[in-house]
């Protein structure tokens, strides 16, 4: 199975600050990753997929770029409904497997 | 409104069994690839288990394969996850899902693995 890697773990960080999560694919995975965003008690909610394209209703200040094995999620003016768990799944092939997970909290 | 809402979540003991439902609606449920992602308490995100729109292709993480099986009813909206030989490591809260761009979740079904 591919491993996906996330850094890092957490991070602590202020309204209006940019912010940047990678992940990392144990083999290429071409551009199959998607990013999710989960808040405490509720469903994952996808922002990104194939890698850098914006779901539908997600605000612009979310970015993903990469392709291959590595990966970056970023946020251009971090906003208080941000602060959540973010995570990378990987969709390139069977068995899917997500990202370990990167908690961005208020510092 | 797209909905999905699971059922089925429990408390049982190691070495049971347990079947676990996802009622869709308000989407053209046969159209979809249809996922199981599971949650353990204060972790993150497992993908557990995918099957095809019409059934025909099923797939499953190497964690729950040979215990797990995956099905769907297209005439009844619904989505199924038959889980046998549960382990306590199989304690999570159970989502279904449509993965990709058109993105729906359910709410969620605790399972509780416990003696």
């Known amino acids: 199975a591919i491993q996906m890697t996330q850094s890092p773990s957490s991070l602590s960080a202020s309204v209006g600050d940019r912010v940047t999560i990678t992940c990392r694919a144990s083999?290429?995975?071409?551009?199959?990753l998607g990013w999710y965003q989960q808040k405490p008690g509720k469903a994952p909610k996808l922002l990104i997929y194939?890698?850098?394209s914006l779901q539908s209703g997600v605000p612009s200040r979310f970015s993903g770029s990469g392709s291959g094995t590595d990966f970056t999620l970023t946020i251009s003016s971090l906003q208080p409904e941000d602060f959540a768990t973010y995570y990378c799944?990987?969709?390139?092939?069977?068995?899917?497997?997500f990202g370990p997970g990167t908690k961005v909290d208020i510092k | 409104e797209v909905q999905l809402v699971e059922s089925g979540g429990v408390v049982v003991q190691p070495g049971g069994s347990l079947r676990l439902s996802c009622a869709a609606s308000?989407?053209?449920?046969?159209?979809?690839?249809m996922h199981w992602v599971r949650q353990a308490p204060g972790k993150g995100l497992e993908w557990v288990s995918l099957?095809?729109?019409?059934?025909?292709?099923?797939y499953y993480a190497d964690s729950v394969k040979g215990r797990f099986t995956i099905s769907r009813d297209n005439s009844k909206n619904s989505l199924y996850l038959q889980m046998n030989s549960l382990r306590t490591e199989d304690t999570a809260l159970y989502y279904c899902?449509?993965?990709?761009?058109?993105?729906?979740w359910g709410q969620g079904t605790l399972v509780t693995v416990s003696s």
């Open positions: 899902a449509s993965l990709g761009p058109y993105n729906y």
């Open positions: 308000g989407f053209t449920f046969d159209d979809y690839t």
């Open positions: 799944l990987q969709d390139y092939n069977y068995p899917f497997t």
């Open positions: 099957i095809s729109w019409d059934g025909g292709s099923t």
């Open positions: 194939a890698a850098s």
């Open positions: 083999q290429g995975i071409r551009n199959d």
